[in-house]
């Protein structure tokens, strides 16, 4: 069976900063839930540009702390950062720019 990866929309990103693990209740740990309560129903475009836009306006350190409440990687939430600056969008209507993700079946496979 196939482990759940932080990347899945069905699995909401439990925190585990100290913040979080001292005050399970408080408005700290409120917070980081209603994150990654929202990113667990987007999809990956709109996860990375929230992230984006979440680490530009909190400023230095902000990439290191929000991969550690929502699980994403570094590299995810630095790149929905550089979206949001170059306007490198996909196109409406799409989740991923054309020619991105994985070969159709039948094209790694003819005949099947």
Known sequence: MKKPSAND?????????????????G????EH???NRLLAVTDE??????LGLLAQQEGRGAI????????????????GRRELLQSDLAPAGRVRRPGAGRKRVEA???GC
């Open 9 to 25: 929309p069905r699995i909401i990103h439990s925190c585990d900063c100290p913040a979080c693990r001292q005050h399970p209740d």
């Open 27 to 30: 408005a700290v740990a409120r």
């Open 33 to 35: 839930q209603a994150i």
């Open 45 to 50: 475009q709109s996860r990375r540009l929230i």
């Open 64 to 79: 290191a702390r929000l991969a550690r409440i929502t699980g994403l990687d570094r590299n995810t939430i630095a790149r």
């Open 108 to 110: 790694n496979a003819p």
